[in-house]
């Protein structure tokens, strides 16, 4: 367990759902979870203001929030979010993956998006308070992919037309059962190269993870599916020619000589969990892995010359997903029509580890339950 010696966090009142779904209801939604569809009974909350800083820690029945029309997040998009699992263990403990480092983006996107900043402690302590209200929840153990899916996010409440930083914040946390990204088993995605549309500019919002860069990426995607693709790869938005990610991924390259190579990180790239433990990952099985900027001619490049051996995008959501087909305007290259060996052997090494079935060497795993 990591954060033993964390200081004391903010407190979370209990006011149970009186209404929750009964054990069939809950066990017809674990029989077949979806992903982000259904939600379990209760949600943690935490209030900011300006002068009484978070307070107020509460876990309170799931349900809708009302919000004054003039709420500045519905005008000026001042919302945060995050997204981390909890994994059920063979023994029926519940752990989370690097909790702290979805903390510390936080409190970095935050200071981005110029909201207040939540603690680590109180980060942790919220996730912990409604996991273990809901315990029942989490997925049992060797139902394949399965997970309860933590979204934490931030927005301002306060009702005031004016252009400044809110100073009324709502801090949710809303919890969903998850089940195998891949349902009919793993097979490499399509990606459409986006030029008309960037995601994030130098100086922009794209290294916070915030709802602004998920709505300036659906048009490119959108275009992506019209061109026959699962989705769109973005690249850097002046000069249109270093790979940057997807709109909710980071994606690796693998070479047949064993580098293992993904885009540095230039200020407008969101800084994955998963791709900061599949570099560490990598690394410890003997790769040569690089960060750098990758110009989308390279992978194009490494297709026709074959030095290129496989490509994966990855985050939280979908763990690891090999990547097939790259199409752009006026041409596509495939490099490789099945899941590539690196790829899938980085996949398992991380599901292992959060599933609890290979030792914790990282210290990575948080215990909840
Ligand atoms: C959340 C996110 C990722 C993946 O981050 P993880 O911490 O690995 O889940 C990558 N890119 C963007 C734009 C994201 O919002």
Redesign the pocket.
Known sequence: MTNSQAPAALRFSVQSRPDPATDEARAAVLADPGFGTTFTDHMARIAWTKEQGWHDGQIVPYGPITLDPAASVLHYGQEIF???KAFRHEDGSVWCFRPE??AE?MIRSAERLALPTLSVPDFIASITALVQADEAWVPAYGTGETSLYLRPFMFATEAFLGVRPATEVTYLCIASPAGAYFSGGISPVSLWISTNYA??GEGGT?AA?CGG??AS?MAGQVEGIAHGCDQAVFLDSSTHTYIE??????LFLVYKDGRLVTPALTGS?????????IMQLGAEMGLDVQERRIPIQEWKDGVASGELAEVFA????AVVTPVGRLVWEGGECTVSTEPGEVTMKLRKTLLDIQYGRTPDSHGWLTRLV
Do not use: Q
């Not at 990610?245 to 980071?250: A, V, Y």
């Not at 790239?269 to 433990?277: A, D, F, H």
């Not at 990855?314 to 959501?317: K, L």
């Open positions: 995050e997204g981390l480092a979805n983006r995601r994030a794209g993870k860069n998920y990426s990610e997807l709109g909710g991924m980071n790239i969101l800084e994955g969990v998963t791709r900061r433990s990855c985050g939280t959501a």
